[in-house]
């Protein structure tokens, strides 16, 4: 006997706003009709575009067999049609997620089905977020027609299958939406998934390019050449080249109940994995894995950068994520550790997000000086230097970051071998200036922030600015920590190109650090000056170039290889948040390295990797 059950959850504003966006671009009729049972399929559904044709309408007895069933987060099971059903066409999907909107109902995979209920378009992360939606059959009412059927078969994403070209341009029209374009599966990456959304897919072994999270995710590449590195990763080297081949891997059953892979850039998903095709708020296209392989390790390391020599200055940058005394002891000892062992013992380190010295605690505390005596007495303990400090501690929850937290970034030095010149030291609000001393430039607060007034730094860190002496050369430092990325869209978008709203703070933020450093060059044109931190944007980007105007200061990063050429791994993608720039008074015979210690892998005592310079002042 078939078994019928039902579930009435309401759609989502979301689902409401995109319904509003098609009628206006015309995909859809303005009719809510119910549609002729004997004519819908899940192709009729999906349509050849993004946006059901049928969105808002309501769609009686859809026939198909259960590919999964996910019982957490946004909550259903996928169907996908007999192939006695499906059309021909490749730009439709012959597969439509369930919302249930509370437990899954009692369907297997392998279950053939009859469902009715409302088509719905659902944004994962909301409108607001540029996410592409999700179509979807919403407050079902379900007919179990049988059990174990065998599933349909897999369609395999490899090299071959997946396009090189990413994503067609944006339809000006549209504000720059893809929605309303026809899906071309044969000429981008994006098209072919949006095609094969909600279907079973396989993909073989493939290689792990973004290493297991806290969230029981990893990412694979279907393309081993594309922008491969000799440690395994895809490297995102411009705006033109998002690595189509990256692929998000979940798996269906919970941790609790099958243990999540741990894996680290490099390592291979042996086996692969195979499950319905979903798109979710944090990663876009993600193959939810009913069957998953197991990681072989390929024994990734952590690098170790060499030892300057007794002439060369070593100037280091490192985000060591919100650290503050709270921390367990052994986070303090792990990054401690790094600085010493595979950073050896750099003679100025730029630290960023370091807190106050009780955290996330909002009570108006600002000194971090028990967080910096926690770790410089770590760094001794691991074999390093007894470094001394200097630092401006900012106005209270006025520099962004976890309120209460209170980040800055802070200098470290070892005074064995450099040494740090104060000048009248400058506090939260007061500017540091460029002063001409005879023939010399110097700083008229000497730790100081550059323009702290400035509208580009409301609500962000604020740079901190130094002057150094090593074996009688005056060497400026400038620690930044730019504005986060949050709210830019993200590489999946239905924007394309994606809205990147971010990049116009650090643009500002750029100029202003450029001004400063043409600043101290006009009263000495050879000065030294360092300008390092996280500037939390690419070394193509218009913030790096904002940086380098003039010819005021030149990225270390153009010196590596582009293989070499990242900090961080985002979604799959190796790319460039941290970065060292350089004055002409440094010159070009420098030493530069990107220290890979924590972004590969799925233990990490930051998600930074920490950058090293090393000069002849």
Request: proline fraction near 6%.
């Amino acid at each position: 006997m078939p078994q019928t059950l039902s579930s009435r959850a309401p759609r989502s504003a979301a689902v409401g706003a995109v319904v509003a966006t098609a009628l206006a671009a015309g995909l859809l009729a303005a009719s809510s009709s119910a549609a002729s049972a004997d004519a819908v399929r899940i192709h009729d559904i999906q349509g050849t575009t993004r946006i059901s044709p049928l969105a808002g309408q309501q769609v009686t007895d859809v026939s198909g067999l259960v590919t999964g069933v996910r019982g957490y987060g946004s909550k259903g099971f996928w169907i996908q049609s007999a192939a006695r059903d499906a059309d021909q066409d490749p730009a439709t999907s012959e597969a439509v997620f369930v919302f249930t909107g509370s437990a899954p109902l009692t369907v297997r995979p392998g279950d053939a089905v009859r469902v009715s209920g409302t088509v719905g378009e659902y944004v994962p992360g909301g409108a607001a977020s540029g996410n592409q939606s999700l179509t979807q059959i919403t407050r079902p009412t379900v007919t179990v027609e049988s059990s174990g059927n065998a599933l349909p078969a897999p369609v395999t994403l490899d090299a071959k299958s997946v396009p090189a070209a990413y994503a067609p341009a944006g339809d000006p029209a549209q504000g720059g939406s893809i929605n309303a374009l026809p899906l071309k599966p044969r000429s981008y990456a994006l098209d072919l998934y949006e095609s094969l959304e909600g279907m079973n897919v396989r993909v073989a072994s493939s290689r792990v390019v973004g290493a297991t999270d806290a969230y029981n995710e990893l990412w694979v590449t279907v393309k081993k050449h594309e922008n491969a590195n000799r440690r395994g990763g895809t490297v995102y080297g411009s705006y033109g080249a998002q690595n189509g081949g990256r692929l998000q891997i979940q798996q269906l059953a919970p941790v609790s109940e099958r243990p999540f892979p741990k894996a680290n850039v490099g390592d291979v998903l042996r086996g692969g994995a195979e499950g319905p095709l979903d798109f979710n708020q944090f990663g876009g296209y993600t193959l939810v894995a009913r069957e998953l392989g197991t990681v072989t390790d390929k024994g990734l390391t952590r690098e170790k950068t060499r030892r300057q020599a007794r002439g060369e200055l070593a100037v280091a940058t490192y985000n060591v994520e919100n650290l503050d005394p709270t921390d367990p002891q052994e986070k303090f000892d792990a990054l401690a550790g790094a600085v010493v062992s595979n950073l050896s013992s750099p003679d100025i380190v730029a630290l960023e997000e370091i807190q106050d010295d009780n955290g996330a605690k909002n009570d108006g505390t600002v000194s971090a000086e028990a967080t910096l005596k926690k770790f410089t007495d770590a760094v001794v303990a691991a074999g390093g230097p007894r470094y001394a400090w200097r630092s401006v501690d900012p106005e209270n929850n006025k520099d962004g970051g976890e309120p209460g937290g209170n980040i800055r970034q802070v200098f470290l030095f070892n005074p064995e071998r450099v040494s740090f010149t104060d000048r009248a030291p400058g506090d939260a609000t007061t500017p540091t200036e460029v002063v001409r001393q005879g023939k010399q430039a110097a700083l008229s607060h000497s730790p100081g922030r550059i323009d702290p007034g400035n509208a580009a730094w409301a609500d962000s860190r604020k740079p901190l600015a130094g002057e150094f002496v090593f074996r009688g050369r005056t060497v400026f430092v400038i620690a930044n920590h730019f504005g986060s990325k949050g709210g830019d869209e993200g590489l999946p978008s239905h924007h394309q190109p994606p809205v990147r709203s971010s990049e116009a703070k650090r643009l500002q933020q750029a100029q202003a650090v450029n001004g400063f450093v043409k600043d101290l060059r006009a009263v000495r044109r050879d000065a030294d000056v360092v300008v390092l931190g996280d500037i939390n944007d690419f070394e193509f980007s218009a913030t790096t170039r904002a940086l380098e105007d003039g010819g005021a200061l030149r990225s270390a990063f153009r010196s590596l290889p582009r293989s070499e050429r990242y900090s961080y791994v985002y979604q799959g993608n190796s790319q460039v948040l941290d970065q060292i720039l350089t004055s002409p008074g440094v010159g070009g015979d420098f030493g530069y390295d990107s220290v890979h210690i924590n972004a590969e892998f799925a233990e990490q005592n930051s998600d930074h990797d920490p950058q090293v310079l090393r000069f002849r002042p």
